[in-house]
Nanobody, 123 residues
Framework: QVKLVESGGGMVQPGGSLRLSCAASGFTFSNYDMRWVRQAPGKGPEWVSGINTGGGGTSYADSVKGRFTISRDNAKNQLYLQMNSLKPEDTALYYC????????????????WGQGTQVTVSS
C-alpha cells in the first residue's frame, strides 16, 4: 500500500533550522510530483512547496521563498524540506503529499498524505 511517513520535526528557536524527511513506499516514487503542505492549529492547510518528478522543477509559497528548499532523492524514495531562518509563523503540522496521476501528463489532486510531523518555532 502507498505510504508516506514524515520525520524530522521538533522544536527550534527563531532563526534556527530543521530538515524534514518523507519516506515513500508502495509506489514508484519517481513517477510522482510531491508537495509539502502545512497546517497551523485552527487554520486551513497551506501549500508550502512543490517538486516535479525529476527534482529539477521546484516552487515555493511566498512566505517561505528564500528560506526553505525542497528536494528529493528518487533512488532512496525520499522527499526533503530544508527549513532555515525559521520564524514563529512557521509553526505547524507539516505533511508530505503525493500528487495523483490521472493519466500521463495530467495531474490530479493530493491522493495520499503522510501523518504529519510537528514543527514548533518558539523561544
Amino acid at each position: 500500500q502507498v505510504k508516506l511517513v514524515e520525520s524530522g520535526g521538533g522544536m527550534v528557536q527563531p532563526g534556527g533550522s530543521l530538515r524534514l524527511s518523507c519516506a515513500a513506499s508502495g509506489f514508484t516514487f519517481s513517477n510522482y510530483d510531491m508537495r509539502w503542505v502545512r497546517q497551523a492549529p485552527g487554520k486551513g492547510p497551506e501549500w508550502v512547496s512543490g517538486i516535479n518528478t525529476g527534482g529539477g522543477g521546484t516552487s515555493y509559497a511566498d512566505s517561505v521563498k528564500g528560506r526553505f528548499t525542497i528536494s528529493r532523492d528518487n533512488a532512496k524514495n525520499q522527499l526533503y524540506l530544508q527549513m532555515n531562518s525559521l520564524k514563529p509563523e512557521d509553526t505547524a503540522l507539516y505533511y508530505c503529499a503525493r500528487v495523483g496521476l490521472i493519466q500521463p501528463g495530467l495531474l490530479g489532486g493530493y491522493d495520499y498524505w503522510g501523518q504529519g510531523t510537528q514543527v514548533t518555532v518558539s523561544s
